[in-house]
């Protein structure tokens, strides 16, 4: 089975980013929230987004608040912040690893499909 996992890092300080709140949703239908969670002093989660029989093919979003990250970092920041929250679509095989990590400053992000 496959799983999702993802990971924050901080471009403009250099680091990984630490407690961002993050909420993963399923799009379907309807756009169904089925995991929220905050990176650790690692920039990572705890445990991995979706795993074994949760991790379905389909459509997803990732949720990422580094609007509040930034706001609490050592970074002048504009009020209000330029990103707020950053969303990530992308489909994925249910028996596929997928890592989609965010690399954030203030102003900017770029992700990608990572290993």
Not at 13 to 23: D, K, L, S, T, Y
Not at 75 to 98: C, E, M, W
Request: charged letters at 20%; aromatic letters at 10%.
């Amino acid at each position: 089975m496959g799983r999702l996992t993802t990971h924050i890092l901080d471009t403009a300080q250099g680091g990984p980013a630490a407690g961002v709140a993050i909420r993963l949703f399923r799009i379907g239908v309807r756009r169904e929230q089925i995991a929220e969670t905050v990176t650790n002093a690692d920039g990572r989660t705890a445990q991995a987004l979706l795993d074994g029989e949760s991790m379905l093919t389909g459509t997803y979003e990732l949720e990422f608040d580094i609007g509040n990250y930034f706001r609490h970092s050592d970074i002048a920041v504009d009020d209000p912040a330029f990103l707020d929250t950053v969303v990530i679509r992308f489909s994925v095989k249910g028996d596929q690893h997928y890592h989609v990590p965010l690399l954030c400053s203030p102003w900017s992000y770029s992700t990608y499909r990572g290993s």
